[in-house]
C-alpha cells in the first residue's frame, strides 16, 4: 500500500469519533491486515516523577480506555530515557523481543486486558513501540503487540513511524475530552450558585455591606470576608458571585478549617492516581473546578503556612500542579476568603504570610455581628421559618407573635445567624399548633421561670463539664483556636478536632474573642 493512502487511512479511523476506544479498534482491526498484531496499547509517561499510566487499548474483541498505573523498574525507565535521547527530533520506533526486560514488565500488567481466551498464547510477545509527540512535547507512547519472538522488523517500523502523527493528535484530544468530562462530573456533584440562604437586612442592617458588594461584585478583584463565626460570610461571598461577570460559571466552596492538614494540598489543587495511598482515581481540585468562576475559601486563617505558600502562587501566576502530578496547569478562578479571625495579629504571630493578606485583603468588607443589627431579627425569623417549614415538611407555617419576636430581640446571639436558625428549627419541633412557641433562649434572660428561681443541678453531665472548661479555655486564649498557645495546644489536642468538638457541644466559634 501507498504510505500516502495508509496515512489517510489511518488518519480517517482514530480521528472519527470523540469516543476514543472506538476509534482505537477500528484503526486496530484496518492495521491488523497489513502487520501481525494482536492488541495495542497507548501510555502516558511523566518522567518527572517516573510514573507510568496505561491510558487506552484494543484487541480482536473491543476498545477500552483506561487509567492505570504501570508500575516500571529503575533499569526500565533507564532504557526509555535511552531511547528517547536516541535522536534529538524523533526517535526511530522501538523494536523488542520477548527477551527484553521492558516486555516481561509490561506483560504483567496487559494480561488482565487480553481476551481470556488467549491468555495461555501470552508466555511470549513482541512489541514495537513509537512516541507520540504534539509540537515538541512527549506525550505518550503507542505499542504494537504480537504474541511470539521476533515478529517485528524494520519494514514494520517504518509503517508506524509514518502514522504516528494522527496517532498523537487522537491521543492529545482525547486526554483534554476525558479531562473535560471529569470536570463536568466534579461539577456536577458541586453546589452551584446556591447556598439555600439570601441576604437578609440589605435595607437596614447590611445595607452598608450591600453597598460594598455593589460595588466589588461586577469587578475582579479578590474579596476578603470579615467576621464573626455564623454571620452569613458565605451568604455574602455567594452575592458577590451571583452579581458578577462569573455568575455563569462554578462557585466552589472549601472550609480550609475542616479539612485535615496532610490533604488540604489534595483538595486544593487535586492528585494523580496513585499519587499517595488511597487515591484510587484521579481527582480534580478545587482550583480546577472552579476554573471560569469563584472560589471561595472561608476559615482561611486556618490554612497551613505550606498551603499558603502555594495559594499564594496561583494567585500570582494561576499555575499549580496537581499532586503527584508534573504536568503545570492554569486556572481562571477569582478568590473570595473569609475569616473571623484577627489576620494581622496571625502575621505577628508568624502563623499567616504577610504576602498572601496583601493578595486577599485587596477589598475587605466587614460583616457585623447580629447583636449590632437586631432591625433585620425579624425579618430574619420569618424566612427562617418559612425555609425551615419546607425542609422539614410541615403541613403549615406557624406565625410568629410580636411577644415572639419581643424575646428573640433581647437576646444578644453570640452564635449570630447560625445559632438564631438552630434556635429556630428546636422551636418548630417543639411547637404544636398555628403559634410559633418560643422557649428559654439560653442566657437571654427571656425565660418564664428566673434564672434564679431554679433549681440547680446536684451533678453535671462530663459533656456539660466538657463544654464548660473548653469555653474556659477559649476565653484566657482570647479565642484562638489553632496555633501557638492556642486553645487546640493547651488542651493538648488537634485544632480540627477542638472544632468538632465546639460544635457537638453548641459552642459558638467566636467564644472568648474579644
Given at each position: 500500500?501507498v504510505?500516502g493512502?495508509?496515512?489517510?487511512?489511518?488518519t480517517r479511523?482514530?480521528?472519527?469519533?470523540?469516543?476514543?476506544?472506538?476509534?482505537?479498534?477500528?484503526?486496530?482491526?484496518?492495521l491488523?491486515?497489513i502487520?501481525?498484531?494482536d492488541?495495542i496499547?497507548?501510555?502516558?509517561?511523566?518522567?518527572?516523577?517516573?510514573?507510568?499510566?496505561?491510558?487506552?487499548?484494543?484487541?480482536?474483541?473491543?476498545?477500552?480506555?483506561?487509567d492505570?498505573?504501570?508500575?516500571?523498574s529503575?533499569?526500565?525507565w533507564?532504557?526509555i530515557?535511552?531511547?528517547?535521547?536516541?535522536?534529538?527530533?524523533h526517535?526511530?520506533?522501538?523494536i523488542?523481543?520477548?527477551?527484553?526486560?521492558?516486555?516481561?514488565?509490561?506483560?504483567k500488567?496487559?494480561?488482565?486486558?487480553?481476551?481470556?481466551?488467549r491468555?495461555h498464547?501470552?508466555?511470549?510477545?513482541?512489541?514495537?513501540?513509537?512516541?507520540?509527540?504534539?509540537?515538541?512535547?512527549?506525550?505518550?507512547?503507542?505499542t504494537?503487540?504480537?504474541?511470539g519472538d521476533?515478529q517485528?522488523?524494520?519494514?514494520?517500523?517504518?509503517?508506524?513511524?509514518?502514522?504516528?502523527?494522527?496517532?498523537?493528535?487522537?491521543?492529545?484530544?482525547?486526554?483534554?475530552?476525558?479531562?473535560?468530562?471529569?470536570?463536568?462530573?466534579a461539577?456536577?456533584?458541586?453546589?452551584?450558585?446556591?447556598?439555600?440562604?439570601?441576604?437578609?437586612?440589605?435595607?437596614?442592617?447590611?445595607?452598608e455591606?450591600k453597598?460594598?458588594i455593589?460595588?466589588?461584585?461586577?469587578?475582579?478583584s479578590h474579596?476578603?470576608i470579615?467576621g464573626?463565626?455564623?454571620?452569613?460570610?458565605e451568604?455574602?461571598?455567594?452575592?458577590?458571585?451571583?452579581?458578577?461577570?462569573?455568575?455563569?460559571?462554578?462557585?466552589?466552596?472549601l472550609n480550609?478549617g475542616?479539612?485535615?492538614?496532610?490533604l488540604?494540598?489534595s483538595?486544593?489543587?487535586g492528585?494523580?492516581?496513585?499519587a499517595?495511598?488511597?487515591?484510587?482515581?484521579?481527582?480534580?481540585?478545587?482550583?480546577?473546578?472552579?476554573?471560569?468562576?469563584?472560589?471561595?475559601?472561608?476559615?482561611i486563617?486556618?490554612?497551613p503556612?505550606?498551603a499558603?505558600?502555594?495559594?499564594?502562587?496561583?494567585?500570582?501566576?494561576g499555575?499549580f500542579?496537581?499532586?503527584g502530578?508534573?504536568?503545570?496547569r492554569?486556572?481562571?478562578v477569582?478568590?473570595?476568603?473569609?475569616?473571623?479571625?484577627?489576620l494581622?495579629?496571625?502575621?505577628?504571630?508568624k502563623?499567616?504570610?504577610?504576602?498572601?493578606?496583601?493578595?486577599?485583603?485587596?477589598?475587605?468588607?466587614?460583616?457585623?455581628?447580629?447583636?449590632?443589627?437586631k432591625?433585620d431579627?425579624?425579618e430574619?425569623?420569618?424566612?427562617?421559618v418559612?425555609?425551615?417549614?419546607?425542609?422539614?415538611?410541615?403541613?403549615f407555617?406557624?406565625?410568629i407573635?410580636?411577644?415572639?419576636?419581643?424575646k428573640?430581640?433581647?437576646?444578644?446571639?453570640?452564635?449570630?445567624?447560625?445559632?438564631l436558625?438552630?434556635?429556630?428549627?428546636r422551636?418548630?419541633?417543639?411547637?404544636?399548633?398555628p403559634?410559633?412557641?418560643?422557649?428559654?433562649?439560653?442566657?437571654?434572660?427571656?425565660?418564664?421561670?428566673?434564672?434564679?428561681?431554679r433549681?440547680?443541678?446536684?451533678?453535671?453531665?462530663?459533656e456539660?463539664?466538657?463544654?464548660s472548661?473548653?469555653?474556659?479555655?477559649?476565653?484566657?486564649?482570647?479565642?484562638?483556636?489553632?496555633?501557638?498557645?492556642?486553645?487546640?495546644?493547651?488542651?493538648?489536642?488537634?485544632?480540627?478536632?477542638l472544632?468538632?468538638?465546639?460544635?457537638?457541644?453548641?459552642?459558638p466559634?467566636?467564644?472568648?474573642?474579644?
Amino acid at each position: 500500500m501507498v504510505q500516502g493512502d495508509l496515512f489517510r487511512e489511518v488518519t480517517r479511523r482514530i480521528c472519527g469519533s470523540l469516543h476514543f476506544e472506538e476509534a482505537l479498534q477500528d484503526t486496530y482491526a484496518y492495521l491488523k491486515q497489513i502487520l501481525k498484531l494482536d492488541a495495542i496499547f497507548i501510555t502516558r509517561y511523566e518522567f518527572a516523577n517516573r510514573r507510568a499510566r496505561l491510558i487506552a487499548g484494543a484487541h480482536d474483541q473491543a476498545g477500552f480506555l483506561l487509567d492505570e498505573d504501570l508500575t516500571l523498574s529503575k533499569s526500565a525507565w533507564h532504557a526509555i530515557d535511552q531511547w528517547l535521547a536516541s535522536a534529538s527530533d524523533h526517535p526511530k520506533p522501538w523494536i523488542r523481543d520477548n527477551t527484553h526486560p521492558i516486555n516481561k514488565e509490561i506483560l504483567k500488567h496487559i494480561t488482565n486486558h487480553i481476551p481470556e481466551e488467549r491468555r495461555h498464547e501470552i508466555k511470549k510477545f513482541s512489541s514495537l513501540t513509537c512516541v507520540l509527540k504534539v509540537k515538541d512535547t512527549v506525550i505518550g507512547n503507542l505499542t504494537f503487540c504480537a504474541t511470539g519472538d521476533f515478529q517485528y522488523n524494520e519494514d514494520h517500523a517504518k509503517i508506524i513511524y509514518e502514522i504516528n502523527e494522527p496517532f498523537a493528535i487522537a491521543l492529545s484530544n482525547a486526554l483534554s475530552y476525558m479531562e473535560l468530562m471529569m470536570s463536568h462530573k466534579a461539577l456536577q456533584a458541586d453546589e452551584r450558585n446556591v447556598s439555600g440562604d439570601v441576604l437578609i437586612g440589605a435595607n437596614a442592617g447590611l445595607l452598608e455591606v450591600k453597598r460594598l458588594i455593589d460595588q466589588v461584585a461586577p469587578k475582579e478583584s479578590h474579596v476578603l470576608i470579615l467576621g464573626e463565626t455564623g454571620v452569613g460570610k458565605e451568604v455574602v461571598a455567594t452575592e458577590i458571585h451571583n452579581n458578577s461577570g462569573r455568575a455563569e460559571g462554578p462557585f466552589i466552596k472549601l472550609n480550609c478549617g475542616a479539612i485535615p492538614e496532610s490533604l488540604i494540598d489534595s483538595e486544593l489543587f487535586g492528585h494523580e492516581k496513585g499519587a499517595f495511598t488511597g487515591a484510587h482515581k484521579t481527582l480534580l481540585g478545587r482550583f480546577e473546578r472552579a476554573n471560569q468562576g469563584t472560589l471561595f475559601l472561608d476559615e482561611i486563617a486556618e490554612l497551613p503556612l505550606q498551603a499558603q505558600v502555594k495559594l499564594l502562587r496561583v494567585i500570582q501566576s494561576g499555575e499549580f500542579e496537581r499532586v503527584g502530578g508534573a504536568e503545570m496547569r492554569s486556572t481562571d478562578v477569582r478568590i473570595i476568603a473569609a475569616t473571623h479571625r484577627d489576620l494581622q495579629s496571625m502575621i505577628s504571630e508568624k502563623v499567616f504570610r504577610s504576602d498572601l493578606w496583601y493578595r486577599l485583603n485587596v477589598f475587605p468588607i466587614f460583616v457585623p455581628p447580629l447583636r449590632d443589627r437586631k432591625q433585620d431579627i425579624p425579618e430574619l425569623a420569618n424566612y427562617l421559618v418559612r425555609r425551615k417549614c419546607t425542609e422539614m415538611n410541615m403541613k403549615f407555617v406557624p406565625e410568629i407573635t410580636k411577644e415572639a419576636i419581643g424575646k428573640l430581640m433581647a437576646y444578644d446571639w453570640p452564635g449570630n445567624i447560625r445559632e438564631l436558625q438552630n434556635f429556630i428549627e428546636r422551636s418548630l419541633i417543639l411547637s404544636k399548633g398555628p403559634v410559633l412557641q418560643i422557649s428559654d433562649i439560653e442566657g437571654s434572660g427571656t425565660s418564664e421561670q428566673p434564672q434564679q428561681n431554679r433549681k440547680p443541678k446536684e451533678f453535671q453531665t462530663l459533656e456539660e463539664l466538657e463544654a464548660s472548661h473548653i469555653t474556659k479555655v477559649l476565653k484566657k486564649v482570647q479565642g484562638k483556636i489553632s496555633g501557638k498557645q492556642g486553645a487546640a495546644e493547651v488542651l493538648g489536642i488537634h485544632p480540627n478536632t477542638l472544632r468538632s468538638r465546639m460544635q457537638k457541644l453548641g459552642i459558638p466559634m467566636a467564644t472568648g474573642k474579644l
